[in-house]
């Protein structure tokens, strides 16, 4: 059973870092794309930072320079390093995978579906 559980959110004042991180089940994390993505109230969802299987990594402009997106196969666990938070990026964030575990419409970043994501963790940036 394919399933991704994120934590690692919470509130924290603009300038500071949060990590999160997102143990997934019943897949091999090393052998698919994953992604983590947000949502805030009221705006479209986003997806944020991609890793491919090669490694290889894809931000997006918005966070850029301030967010580290990585895996430890070992550990099946996918992360997301976020520094000089600011207000903008208070959303709840999910991490995804390709893999199907949820009938519902797919979510897309660089054009690409992912059909399996968790509840999500909230990150909350104050001023």
């Known amino acids: 059973q394919v399933q991704l559980v994120e934590s690692g959110g919470g509130s924290v004042q603009a300038g500071g870092s949060l990590r999160l991180s997102c143990a997934t089940s019943?897949?091999?994390?090393?052998?698919?794309?994953m992604a983590w993505f947000r949502q805030a109230p009221g705006k479209e969802r986003e997806g944020v930072a991609v890793?491919?299987?090669?490694?290889?990594?894809t931000y997006s402009d918005s966070v850029k320079g301030r967010f580290t997106i990585s895996r430890d196969n070992a550990k099946k666990s996918l992360y997301l390093q976020m520094n000089s938070l600011n207000p903008e990026d208070t959303a709840m964030y999910y991490c995804?995978?390709?893999?199907?575990?949820?009938?519902?419409?797919?979510?897309?970043?660089?054009?690409?579906?992912?059909?399996?994501w968790g509840q999500g963790t909230q990150v909350t940036v104050s001023s």
């Open positions: 019943g897949y091999s994390i090393n052998r698919v794309y």
């Open positions: 995804a995978t390709s893999v199907l575990c949820r009938y519902s419409p797919a979510w897309y970043a660089l054009g690409r579906p992912y059909r399996c």
């Open positions: 890793i491919e299987s090669s490694g290889s990594v």
